[in-house]
């Protein structure tokens, strides 16, 4: 229902926890023909999806790849070898530049939904299952909020494989976006939008801050100088980045999405479709967003404990690598040479190859 604008109270952990271990429960009881004949015929009776949206999103995963491409070829990279990036450096810096654009637009497009629309979801959750019926007309903003997120995720599958630089949590990312993109596409499909917007205001804002930091990152040594402002604008995207992370993944995501979606769903729409593959994928999604927290977590101890001088991204580097960057620093007494053959890369010495 769109205009509900009264904040309802969250719940606690506990009882997030506690009531949807119990309804969810109850709902296993009483699915007594649950199975895969079942699903079969829900999947035709409620998914909704026309030829023309799917021509519609294979043809933006097109443009998307060959936009990111054009941008990378074109301006990122000439940019990056003009700043005279170490070579590994200029080989990474395309991809966060090229999704620090998308995920600023994307976030502050759906931001401008919820709050500046007339949509209610975040202050009152309960509400993205209000007047809900089965293959009901999505408005067209939030379907071009979805035909660009999904669309993106599409091309974020090929672009992992493909196009970005390998690293030892790719493997989970890869099947963050089969995810991601598979709750896109059913939540389209099943109607379940308006949960939807909320799930992608609450992740896509990280990534903005992630690749923020990235970027500072990389621009840190440049022509084999140091600059301390990219040096403080890593640590303050990295201070903001865990913050957020921490408020909106770990705490509005479960507390508000996760509480929608396994309780006051069945309140609203009591035979609702599909509900335990979503709310599957809704908590592996959460699952993931842990693990990524780790990393977070890892970071932290890292520079408190004097292990890392300044702000790298953990997700660059297998372990060994970590380990070798530190004795780097270590037998460089924390001055980082230029002259004698030594580069940094993300604030790591590295001799030529």
Sequence with gaps: MAGVSVEEPMPGYLQLFSTASSVLLDAYRDCKDCGIELSVQTLLDHAHLTPTEIVLFFLCVVIWTSLRWA???HLFVPFAQWCRLH?????????????LVF??????????????????FFHNPSSVFY????????????????????????HSIYATIYMDAWRKDSAV??????ITLALIAFSYAFRYHNIGLLVLFLHDINDILL???KLNVYFKIRGGKSYMINDVLSSVGFLGFGITWFCFRLYWFPLKVLYASYVTSLQSVPNI?????FNALLFALLLMNIYWFLFIVQMVVKVLTGQMNGINDVREYEENEV?????????????QRSGDGNHVQNGIGKKHQ
Aim: glycine content about 6%; hydrophobic content about 35%; charged content about 15%.
């Design 103 to 120: 995920y600023t637009m994307s976030w502050s497009y759906t931001t401008y939904l919820l709050f500046y629309c007339n949509y209610g």
């Design 323 to 335: 380990q070798e960057s530190i004795k780097a620093e270590k037998h460089d007494s924390g001055h």
């Design 87 to 99: 070579p590994k450096d200029v080989a990474k810096m395309p991809e966060s530049a090229w999704k």
């Design 211 to 213: 690749e923020f930091t």
């Design 273 to 277: 479709p599909f509900y335990f593959f």
């Design 131 to 154: 007047n809900w019926k089965s293959g009901m007309q999505v408005p067209t903003d939030i379907a071009i909020v979805y035909l660009i997120q999904g669309s993106f995720y599409g």
């Design 71 to 73: 941008l990378t070829y």
């Design 173 to 178: 990312m890869l099947l963050h976006h089969f």
